[in-house]
């Protein structure tokens, strides 16, 4: 049982532009919600992260929507630049800090 | 650098075999947490320890063990080695304070590929 989701495998967005990267989830107990980054042979450093009492948190070009009503995150990066290339997850924990992840996106900015 | 280390960086073994992943986390961090990535999937939650107790539980297999030693080290623990167990093996680590916000850093992984 699939509990977050990711149903974007890959995403390409020129340079400049708005990236948006999308991700749903089934637990209504999850009560974080996370954004991680993962560059190749390295492991996900963590990006940015939303409560739900939140439904919206923004740090810099990085802004996370939340749709609790819909089950529904979002992570926009505006502008996206070529360093921003890797697989983001999207991830959710209900209290007890075990996380529970999504598949992943490759997002490829384009010069 | 996220200041969590493991070792080793690859792992080739064959089926049948036991092996012993490592962790050392964060100077301060109490908890640590194991995740399986296998090809082209999301991270899978293992194990949580903190402050050498098993604290949660995800989806680890029997023939896996971890433990979390006084110096907060943590060890994996793999045996009887099946072509699936091929995977990346992270291990994370955190303050442990239970809250929302108590945010995970993760080491660079392990890659073991069982042949």
């Known amino acids: 049982d699939q509990q977050v989701k990711q149903n974007s495998p890959s995403l390409s967005v020129q340079e400049g532009r708005i990236s948006i990267l999308n991700c749903d989830y089934t637990n209504s107990m999850f009560d974080y919600f996370l954004w991680y980054k993962k560059y190749p042979a390295e492991g996900p450093t963590f990006l940015i992260s939303?409560?739900?009492?939140?439904d919206k948190n923004e740090d810099g070009r990085f802004t996370v929507f939340l749709n609790k009503s819909a089950k529904h995150l979002s992570l926009h990066i505006v502008p996206s630049q070529p360093g921003d290339s890797a697989v983001y997850f999207c991830a959710a924990s209900a209290g007890a800090q075990k996380l529970v992840f999504g598949q992943g996106t490759r997002l490829t900015i384009n010069p | 650098d996220s200041g969590v280390t493991q070792t080793p960086k690859h792992l080739i073994t064959a089926t049948g075999q036991r092996v012993t992943l490592r962790c050392s986390p964060r100077s301060g961090d109490l908890s640590v947490y194991w995740y399986q990535q296998s090809l082209d999937q999301g991270l899978q939650f293992l194990i949580q320890?903190?402050?050498?107790?098993?604290?949660a539980k995800g989806n680890i297999l029997e023939r896996f063990s971890a433990q979390q030693f006084p110096d907060l080290h943590s060890e994996l623990n793999l045996s009887s080695l099946e072509l699936g167990d091929s995977a990346l093996y992270f291990c994370?680590?955190?303050?442990?304070?239970?809250?929302?916000?108590?945010?995970?850093?993760f080491g660079p992984g392990t890659r073991l590929t069982v042949t």
């Open positions: 939303i409560s739900s009492i939140k």
């Open positions: 320890y903190y402050n050498g107790e098993e604290r």
């Open positions: 994370a680590s955190s303050l442990g304070t239970g809250s929302g916000n108590d945010e995970q850093y």
